[in-house]
């Protein structure tokens, strides 16, 4: 069964440092990776995506996400963290009936 | 929000009674889904729609139904509301590279 885990509920980073968010998967064939942000009160908002093509996938805001077939992993990154970065992420796979699994979350704070 | 509304954005509604939410697209978005959301389980799928009277089941289906009548809007109905349904419903609709866009989201409390 496709499936994703966030081994992380929370993730806690000061100002100014790298960010990285774990997500690992399973699934039948080729993934369809995905990243979403979730702010208060507010909906979730796309931040990138991966189907196909360089391993290294740029999105909003600064994100990034690298794919890793081996390790099955997917994890979210950002090369210097801001306060407004705070938010909750979670991460998706397109399974086999082209529906989205999502991970549970991992709430994301960035401290001053 | 990609022109994706809800409605209504908040209701505390009994035990026992029927509710429906709706989600309003403008974009012509072929594919609707519905999501709860809880906390430890992300985001659930309910139902989803892949065009005007098509509609499938998702993970979370039961005491839910659904309906999509016209392109741009697709009901939730929960037939007799229980506790164990007080969550936060999202709509969404699928991107032209599998990307979903979601609504604003509807905070349904069950007492």
Redesign the interface.
Same mark, same amino acid.
């Given at each position: 069964a496709q499936s994703v885990a966030q081994p992380e509920d929370q993730v806690n980073v000061a100002e100014g440092n790298p960010l990285t968010v774990k997500c690992t998967y399973s699934v039948s064939g080729n993934p369809y990776l995905f990243w979403y942000v979730q702010y208060p009160n507010r909906g979730l908002q796309f931040l990138l995506k991966y189907i196909t093509g360089d391993n290294l996938v740029k999105g909003s805001y600064g994100f990034e996400a690298e794919f890793n077939k081996s390790q099955t992993s997917f994890h979210l990154k950002k090369p210097s963290a801001l306060v407004s970065d705070s938010a909750l992420y979670f991460c998706a796979v397109r399974d086999i009936n082209n529906d989205m699994r999502f991970g549970a979350g991992t709430r994301l704070t960035v401290k001053p | 929000?990609a022109g994706?509304t809800q409605s209504p954005r908040h209701k505390v509604t009994e035990t026992g009674t029927p509710v429906t939410l709706r989600c309003h697209q403008t974009e012509n978005h072929r594919y609707m889904?519905w999501y709860r959301q809880d906390p430890?389980? %992300? =985001?659930? =799928?309910i139902h989803?729609s892949y065009g005007v009277k098509d509609t499938d089941k998702? &993970?979370v289906s039961d005491g839910y139904s659904v309906s999509r009548s016209k392109t741009e809007d697709f009901l939730l109905t929960l037939e007799s509301a229980t506790s164990s349904q007080t969550s936060v419903y999202?709509c969404?609709v699928l991107?032209p590279?599998? &990307?979903?866009?979601?609504?604003? %989201?509807t905070r349904l409390t069950v007492t």
């Open positions: - | 929000d994706i889904y430890g389980h %992300g =985001l659930r =799928l989803y998702g &993970e999202f969404a991107g590279s599998y &990307e979903q866009y979601f609504g604003p %989201g």
